[in-house]
Nanobody, 115 residues
Framework: VQLVESGGGLVQPGGSLRLSCAASGFTFSSYAMSWYRQAPGKERELVAVITSGGGSTNYVDSVKGRFTISRDNAKNTVYLQMNSLKPEDTAVYYC?????????WGQGTQVTVSS
């Protein structure tokens, strides 16, 4: 299993970013996918999750209405569209899935929201 995130960067408050996570090594369309984030000095937290078919999503309260998780099973890719970004969204964002009871993580992509 390999997960490779991309799309992070520096953005001003109120701006937008779209993160991507390219997956390989497993049957992508059969598994739920998640985005987590970890800010400096804080625990890693679940941000959003999407079911295998994409029909159901859930979000942490702090990002509801601003972030959207989606997936393209033909491209083995999951996305996180982040709008109205706030300084408190600054963190390393990780893609995650669980296959055969084992959690897999990408290397992470840094998102910094600052003026």
């Amino acid at each position: 299993v390999q997960l490779v995130e991309s799309g992070g960067g520096l953005v001003q408050p109120g701006g937008s970013l779209r993160l991507s996570c390219a997956a390989s090594g497993f049957t992508f369309s059969s598994y739920a996918m998640s985005w987590y984030r970890q800010a400096p000095g804080k625990e890693r937290e679940l941000v959003a999750v999407i079911t295998s078919g994409g029909g159901s999503t859930n979000y942490v309260d702090s990002v509801k209405g601003r972030f959207t998780i989606s997936r393209d099973n033909a491209k083995n890719t999951v996305y996180l569209q982040m709008n109205s970004l706030k300084p408190e969204d600054t963190a390393v964002y990780y893609c995650n899935t669980r296959v055969a009871g084992i959690k897999y993580w990408g290397q992470g992509t840094q998102v910094t929201v600052s003026s």
